[in-house]
């Protein structure tokens, strides 16, 4: 294990350094917090510091999971991918909106979902062992779960419209405007599609990946921690900070994505990150000098 570096490495209040060193878990995000990729989510490049700061978690035994808001692969594809860029990480520790809204959908007794995606979208639905129906005819179905889906057609639309009038609820992955890449900024295809169903139905869109309580409490879950003692870093003010705050979790943020020091600057003091650092390099820092120890079985 690393040695503490420094107290003067890394600004940090000591009350919130004690808080940093009762978290028993990590959630973070994946595009602009622990690497870049391009408009596509292809040839990840690690962020600095995101190789050192997992490995390190992993040797002291504090469990984390990646939560991205992307679908257009499959958890398993996304930790296939953070490997190939050196970030290993189990297929279990990694989460999209199909994890949560699959671990959702079974909670409401839902059977049938109409999927608007990939096979991102739909393997962790399959997998959880829903009936995953395409945006196809005039089904009757529980639920519409929106995920990344460039291929949306007016048949689509169409499809959806009519599962909704038949009594289903719709759910969307995000409703994020963008992520991060390499390129800068990307349209995301989620809150495009539901705005679409929304003028056409008058539905109300419940967002299932983050900032919502639900993805954190799927993250938990997974996790076996505490809302209140997890510690969710992205890049993004408004997905990764809001969705901390909702769960009384600690919100850590970094400036390698979408995000820089004054995109934060704006925010009260009871909706902004507790920690603001350039990346996870700095955080790592952080986490030495609070000597992190993760949960015990007491503690669960």
Same mark, same amino acid.
């Given at each position: /294990?690393?040695? #503490?570096?420094p107290? !003067? &490495?890394?600004?940090?209040?000591?009350?919130?350094?004690? +808080?940093?060193? %009762?978290?028993?878990?990590?959630?973070?995000?994946?595009?602009?917090?622990?690497?870049?990729?391009?408009?596509?989510?292809?040839?990840?490049?690690p962020?600095?510091?995101?190789?050192?700061?997992?490995?390190?978690?992993?040797?002291?035994?504090?469990?984390?999971?990646?939560?991205?808001?992307?679908?257009t692969?499959?958890?398993?594809?996304?930790?296939?991918?953070?490997?190939?860029?050196?970030?290993?990480?189990?297929?279990?520790? /990694?989460?999209? #909106?199909?994890?949560? !809204? &699959?671990?959702?959908?079974?909670r409401?007794?839902?059977? +049938?979902?109409? %999927?608007?995606?990939?096979?991102?979208?739909c393997?962790?639905l399959?997998?959880a062992?829903?009936?995953?129906?395409?945006?196809v005819?005039?089904?009757?179905v529980?639920?519409?779960?929106?995920?990344?889906?460039?291929?949306?057609?007016?048949?689509?639309?169409?499809?959806?419209?009519?599962?909704?009038?038949?009594g289903?609820?719709?759910?969307?992955?995000?409703?994020?405007?963008?992520?991060?890449?390499?390129?800068?900024?990307?349209p995301?295809?989620?809150?495009?599609? !539901? &705005?679409?169903?929304?003028?056409?139905?008058?539905?109300?869109?419940?967002?299932?990946?983050?900032?919502?309580?639900?993805?954190l409490?799927?993250?938990?879950?997974?996790?076996?921690?505490?809302?209140?003692?997890?510690?969710?870093?992205?890049?993004?003010?408004?997905?990764?900070?809001?969705?901390?705050?909702?769960?009384?979790?600690?919100?850590?943020?970094?400036?390698?994505?979408?995000?820089r020091?004054?995109?934060?600057?704006g925010?009260?003091?009871?909706?902004?990150?507790?920690?603001?650092?350039?990346?996870?390099?700095?955080?790592?820092?952080?986490?030495?000098?609070?000597?992190?120890?993760?949960?015990?079985?007491?503690d669960?």
């Amino acid at each position: /294990m690393s040695s #503490p570096l420094p107290a !003067a &490495a890394v600004a940090c209040p000591s009350d919130i350094l004690e +808080r940093l060193a %009762a978290v028993q878990g990590f959630v973070f995000d994946m595009d602009g917090t622990l690497v870049l990729g391009d408009q596509n989510n292809h040839g990840f490049a690690p962020l600095p510091g995101a190789v050192a700061i997992i490995d390190w978690l992993r040797r002291c035994g504090v469990p984390f999971t990646v939560f991205t808001n992307g679908t257009t692969r499959s958890p398993s594809g996304y930790a296939g991918s953070l490997g190939q860029a050196g970030i290993q990480i189990d297929e279990a520790a /990694m989460l999209t #909106p199909a994890s949560s !809204a &699959a671990d959702l959908f079974l909670r409401l007794k839902f059977r +049938r979902v109409m %999927a608007l995606g990939g096979e991102g979208t739909c393997e962790p639905l399959r997998r959880a062992g829903l009936e995953v129906l395409p945006p196809v005819g005039k089904e009757k179905v529980d639920a519409v779960f929106i995920g990344w889906y460039r291929e949306f057609t007016m048949d689509g639309l169409e499809a959806a419209c009519h599962a909704v009038w038949n009594g289903a609820r719709v759910y969307s992955a995000s409703q994020a405007l963008y992520f991060a890449t390499a390129g800068g900024k990307a349209p995301g295809t989620s809150r495009a599609i !539901a &705005a679409m169903i929304r003028e056409m139905t008058g539905c109300r869109i419940h967002v299932i990946g983050k900032p919502s309580l639900d993805a954190l409490r799927c993250a938990g879950r997974r996790l076996g921690v505490p809302l209140k003692r997890l510690a969710v870093v992205g890049d993004d003010p408004s997905p990764e900070v809001p969705m901390a705050h909702r769960g009384r979790a600690l919100a850590i943020a970094v400036h390698t994505g979408l995000g820089r020091p004054e995109s934060f600057d704006g925010l009260p003091a009871a909706r902004g990150p507790h920690i603001s650092v350039p990346s996870v390099a700095e955080l790592l820092e952080l986490c030495q000098r609070a000597g992190i120890r993760g949960a015990t079985s007491s503690d669960r």
